[in-house]
């Protein structure tokens, strides 16, 4: 069943004279519960992708169908309300509330919706990560890979329907990038949720169900849902 | 290859970060500007009031009457004086206490005649001349170009004819500086001749002199510790604007700071606002520089390198803010001054404006200090980790579950409170100056009087010298008999009449009550006065003491021959009593009281009775009198400004006073036994010179002349119950009470047959509203009136009406003040939230990136918006209660009631304000795409 889609999706950056097609007229579609990798050279136009899909950017043209809606005709708050439940986003820089402890930043999104948390949830992510020691610790005070991971919590915290992910075993050492990487896989399978991560690497994008090739912001190979994933 | 200067970094630092320099720019201008409107119109206020002073006393500190020594070489030399002039009185017109004369150049200065109307006399024949002689000359009606014929008397010469010719019209200084002595030419001149005016034939002109203090000597310092022989001087006060022989410059230095202090508390409470809000910017400012300053500190630079690199830009800041916000302060003033010309004007002093450049440098060192010192103390890798931050972390509390904006508002209020409260601080100071004003444009304002009559006349005064006896009016005027054809006018409604009288009542027993309470007090110079408080309201200057001598303590005070004033005092009134005693074979005690004649506003009168009730028939009738018998509360000096205040019972708290004086002698319904003793008027005062010890053998003489004085009394004697007995702060319409009184009314003093002397007030009420012409036309009866009797008159309309414009005035100008600031207000809370929203929209961009929506994020910025309003409203209530536990007066703080709702809605409107301007900042974040938001720099 397809859960998001995309249309003729262009995002054009001008500067001057001269145009980038960042993302040049690119159509795809996303089943429910499927693990799509983005792979591509830098500057192939992944993570503008993956930003115009989770609607954290706005394309130049075309659309993005969520659940046969178009994400764009929606008005802020009504995207606000889809990106705290529907929608999880894991950034390659972190981007963690740097007044708020690690514990509150996984609560975030539950938080906003008013909602009251899972703890049996929240209490298993965390084990799974291996941050329960330290949550009480405000961003500042974590290394790189703690950060990525309460960054993978916190995208998780509300069990979303989609998790949108760039690059998020970027910062860490191979061992725990592929362990985070299983652990994002087993709770997306378990709870259904679809994945879409970004990832130059390929040992990364071999785990994926699907994976699309970038070049030049078009789409230079999809490789369709394979059958091993399909099994 | 060219050396990069620190200068250069600084330079692109500037250039690199305009916008948000612009709000730190703006802090310093701010800075400035207040501080030079501050300092500018308190120094207004003081330079408003000495120039209106100076109008009537001039620039002068001191003058000498007519003595020789000391020489003007000994007061040029003594080193207490530094400016010394000279006033020349040619001659007296006849006996009617009108000097001629004139003055040398320093005296022409340090006197500041000033002209109303026409020029100086520049040679002889020529005169100008005040207003009051020319009345006092029957002149009133010359005119400048007329030519007057005066004789002239000089001193110890023959009077002799001249005519001058009237130039001009002089402001009224004589009524200030009268001297009251009897002596040819020991005034200062009210009519001004030139210098070039012939000397008389025989005569000689008389010399004053006038002088300035050296800088920094008081009158006091002159009194004690100037060598010279200074008996005929008069100080002279130029914060009263009257001859003085107190301390004039210490009083003057206090009334000073009293007017500054308003100005003062404004400025520092201004100045204290924007220095926190310039540590805030900076704050702010190095915030975003962190990254930097790590990357400079790992390189090698020092602190002391960082520190110039960044405080270099507070500096280049300030050099271009200082000139625009003096010229901005400069220019508010003058607006000031073009409203309210009369309390503020507009005076540039030179030094005050070097010490406000001063005094802004310093804020902006200091205020930008703080910021930059901590910034450099940070280690060149903590400043990437923001270890300040981590540092802080230990005390930080984290609840389950959690209001994501209030959590995030409050922990970075908690970790950076500089930089996210600043501006809530500097708010709820200008909310506390708000407040200030208001209630200051509120006391002005309820402080209104409230007699409504329309004229106000000012009858003779019964000039008894002597507490038993009053003088009554001169002869052949009818005084009653004018007030009567007023009445009558149309438009009149009533004529108030307030008539007092000097009777006596007669006592088996002085009470303990009547007795005058005397404590010592220590007063700011050092010195012991004692301070004397007497509940008997009755002759002037007269002390209540005798009546408490025992004839042992007389007989020693009389052969000590009273060298102290007040000792005499006693003792003559003491014989007095005792030969009024004589003549009338009385055996009771004589208390001279204070007799009110009065038309009674019953209704206004009861919310003071303490005794008995008031039935108008009684009074009228003459059975019964009233009875003013007042609980005197007294606090001493060193508690709180030696404070005197007459109570109603229900409002005294003892433990608030010193000593409380209580009626325990009289209550309703005792019998008042009343002798009154009347003299025609014209007879000579009782000489009795008190500095002049009596010889023994003056004394029968002395004693025969009393003897005589007192039979050719008319005397009366009658009895009247006390009807009700009065007490509080009795003060309604044109009656003001102020100490022991018997109140009649006039139906009753005629009644008991007592002689009423001539009216001292009366008070004329309107029907109704009169039109301007019907104004005019009143106004020009009852002066017609007034002009046959004596009386003076006072148009209480249209004093009604100065006051009223003058009020209006002050009121606009507090209310522009006040909207200034809330536009300050509202300015430095938003400017503040846009530059934290600027620095940081990455958060932002996280959060909306997680679900959150306008409304939240709008949330993480109003707590300092909130805490601003919470913050101004408490500090003014926790001040009203300060003032009003410790007893500090320098407020009214009289309404809190209506000012703290007033506050409270002007809290709300800031916050509003600050709200729907922090929200559309944040709109116009949230209209860019997330991914714009959380890009990195």
Not at chain 2, 517 to 526: A, L, P
Request: net charge negative; hydrophobic share 45%; charged share 20%.
């Amino acid at each position: 069943m397809e859960i998001l889609r995309c249309d003729h999706l262009c995002k054009t950056y001008r500067s001057g004279s001269s145009a980038v097609h960042a993302v040049d007229d690119i159509s795809l579609s996303f089943e429910q519960g499927s693990f799509t990798a983005v792979t591509g050279k830098s500057g192939s136009g992944k993570s503008t992708l993956l930003h115009l899909l989770s609607g954290l950017d706005r394309p130049t043209s075309g659309q993005v169908i969520y659940q046969d809606n178009d994400l764009f005709r929606y008005n802020d708050n009504q995207l606000s309300v889809l990106r705290r439940r529907r929608f999880g986003f894991v950034f390659q820089s972190y981007n963690l509330v740097r007044e708020l402890t690690a514990q509150e930043n996984i609560l975030l999104p539950v938080m906003l919706d008013n909602r009251k948390p899972d703890d049996a949830w929240l209490k298993r992510l965390i084990d799974m990560l291996g941050i329960g020691d330290r949550l009480e610790h405000l961003p500042g005070a974590l290394s790189g890979g703690q950060q990525q991971r309460v960054c993978i919590a916190r995208a998780l915290a509300n069990k979303p329907a989609i998790l949108f992910a760039d690059e998020p075993t970027g910062n860490l050492d191979g061992k725990t990038g592929r362990e985070v990487l299983t652990l994002m896989r087993t709770v997306s399978m378990e709870l259904g949720i679809t994945m879409v991560l970004v990832t130059h690497d390929l040992g990364v994008a071999e785990q994926a169900d699907r994976i699309i090739r970038l070049e030049d912001g078009k789409v230079a190979g999809d490789s369709g849902i394979r059958k091993e994933a399909l099994e | 290859m060219k050396r990069l200067t620190l200068n250069q970094v600084a330079r692109a630092n500037l250039a690199a970060n305009r916008k948000a320099y612009v709000s730190l720019f703006l802090g310093i201008l701010l800075a400035v500007f207040l501080a030079t409107a501050t300092s500018l119109c308190a120094w207004g206020t003081v330079r408003a009031h000495e120039e209106q002073m100076a109008e009537r006393v001039g620039w002068m500190d001191m003058f000498l009457l007519n003595s020789d020594s000391p020489t003007d070489e000994q007061l040029r030399n003594c080193g207490f004086f530094s400016e010394l002039g000279h006033a020349t009185v040619i001659a007296d017109v006849g006996e009617t206490g009108v000097s001629a004369g004139y003055y040398d150049e320093t005296g022409a200065r340090l006197i500041n005649r000033t002209l109303k109307e026409g020029r100086l006399p520049v040679k002889a024949g020529e005169m100008a001349a005040e207003l009051s002689a020319l009345i006092r000359l029957n002149l009133e009606k010359a005119e400048i170009g007329d030519t007057l014929t005066l004789d002239l008397q000089p001193a110890g010469g023959v009077s002799e004819q001249r005519t001058f010719t009237l130039v001009g019209i002089l402001n009224e200084q004589s009524e200030y500086l009268e001297t009251y002595s009897d002596m040819p030419g020991m005034r200062l001149p009210s009519l001004l001749v030139s210098p070039e005016e012939k000397s008389f034939a025989v005569g000689r002109s008389i010399v004053h002199r006038v002088l300035t203090y050296a800088p920094l000597i008081t009158y006091n310092q002159v009194n004690r510790n100037c060598p010279l022989d200074l008996a005929a001087a008069y100080a002279v006060s130029r914060e009263s604007g009257t001859i003085t022989y107190y301390d004039s410059g210490w009083e003057r230095a206090r009334r000073t700071v009293e007017r500054i202090m308003i100005w003062a508390i404004l400025g520092a409470a201004l100045m204290l606002s924007t220095c926190v809000g310039i540590t805030a910017a900076m704050e702010s400012l190095l915030a975003r520089k962190t990254q930097d300053i790590g990357m400079l500190r790992a390189i090698g630079a020092t602190r002391r390198q960082i520190r110039r690199i960044y405080g270099a830009e507070a500096w280049v800041l300030s050099a271009t803010a200082l000139p625009v916000g003096l010229l901005l302060g400069i220019l508010v003033t003058w607006i000031v001054t073009l409203i309210s010309p009369k309390q503020v004007v507009f005076s540039l002093n030179p030094w005050l404006l070097l010490l406000i450049l001063g005094l802004s440098v310093l804020c902006v060192f200091i205020s930008s200090r703080l910021p930059l010192y901590r910034a450099s103390r940070q280690m060149p890798m903590g400043v990437l980790r923001d270890t300040a931050m981590l540092r802080k972390v230990g005390s930080l509390r984290s609840r389950i579950p959690f209001a994501p904006a209030r959590r995030i508002a409050g922990r970075r209020a908690a970790l950076h409170p500089l930089r996210h409260l600043g501006a809530a601080g500097m708010t709820a100071l200008t909310l506390v100056c708000a407040m200030l004003l208001g209630e200051l444009a509120l006391g002005m304002h309820l402080s209104s009087a409230e007699d409504t009559a329309a004229f106000k006349l000012y009858g003779g005064f019964p000039d008894s010298q002597d507490p038993f006896t009053q003088a009554i009016s001169p002869e052949g005027t009818d005084i009653r008999g004018e007030l009567r054809q007023i009445s009558a006018l149309d438009g009149v409604s009533s004529v108030s009449v307030y008539t007092s009288l000097n009777a006596n009542l007669l006592m088996e027993k002085v009470p303990e009550y009547l007795r005058p309470y005397q404590y010592d007090e220590t007063i700011e110079d050092g010195s012991v006065v004692v301070i004397n408080v007497e509940v008997l309201d009755q002759a002037m200057g007269y002390p209540s003491d005798w009546m408490f001598y025992s004839p042992e303590d007389l007989a020693n005070a009389r052969s000590r021959r009273f060298h102290d004033w007040r000792l005499g005092l006693n003792v003559e009134c003491a014989d007095q009593a005792e030969i009024i005693r004589g003549l009338l074979g009385i055996t009771e005690s004589i208390v001279p009281v204070n007799v009110c004649v009065v038309d009674l506003d019953l209704e206004a009168l009861q919310q003071f009775v303490t005794d008995g009730s008031i039935d108008a028939a009684e009074l009228d009738s003459g059975r019964q009198a009233l009875v003013y018998a007042p609980t005197v509360c007294i606090r001493h000096y060193e508690k709180g400004h030696g404070i005197n205040r007459y109570l109603l019972p229900g409002e005294i708290r003892d433990s608030e006073w010193d000593k409380i004086i209580r009626n325990d002698a009289f209550t309703a319904g005792m019998e008042l036994d009343l002798l009154e003793m009347t003299l025609p008027a014209g007879y000579g005062s009782y000489g009795y010179d008190e500095d002049v010890p009596l010889e023994a053998d003056a004394e029968p003489s002395v004693q025969t002349d009393r003897n005589a004085y007192f039979q050719s009394a008319e005397t009366i004697r009658t009895k009247v119950s006390v009807g009700a007995v009065l007490s509080g702060p009795l003060a309604i319409r044109n009656i003001y009470m102020s100490g022991f009184t018997v109140i009649l009314t006039e139906n009753g003093a005629k009644a008991l047959g007592l002689q009423l002397p001539s009216p001292r007030f009366a008070s004329v009420y309107l029907s109704e509203d009169p039109s301007p012409e019907k104004e005019a036309e009143l106004e020009e009866a009852i002066s017609q009136c007034c002009m046959r009797t004596g009386m003076g008159m006072e148009n209480q309309l249209q004093v009604t009406r100065d006051y009223t414009n003058k009020k209006l005035r002050q009121i606009l100008l507090f209310a522009g003040l006040i909207l200034l600031f809330f536009a300050v207000s509202v300015f430095m809370q938003i400017s503040d939230a846009a530059r934290r929203i600027r620095s940081d929209t990455r958060m932002i961009g996280t959060l909306r990136a997680v679900g959150a929506d306008l409304k939240t994020l709008v949330g993480c910025y109003r707590l300092p918006v909130w805490i601003c309003a919470g913050l101004g409203l408490v500090i003014p209530v926790l001040f009203y209660g300060f003032c009003a536990v410790s007893g500090l007066r320098l407020f009214t703080v009289q309404h809190p009631f209506l000012l703290i709702p007033v506050l409270a809605v002007m809290a709300a409107c800031i916050a509003l304000a600050c709200t729907v301007g922090i929200r559309s900042r944040l709109a116009s974040v949230t209209r860019q795409p997330i991914v714009e938001n959380i890009r990195e720099l």
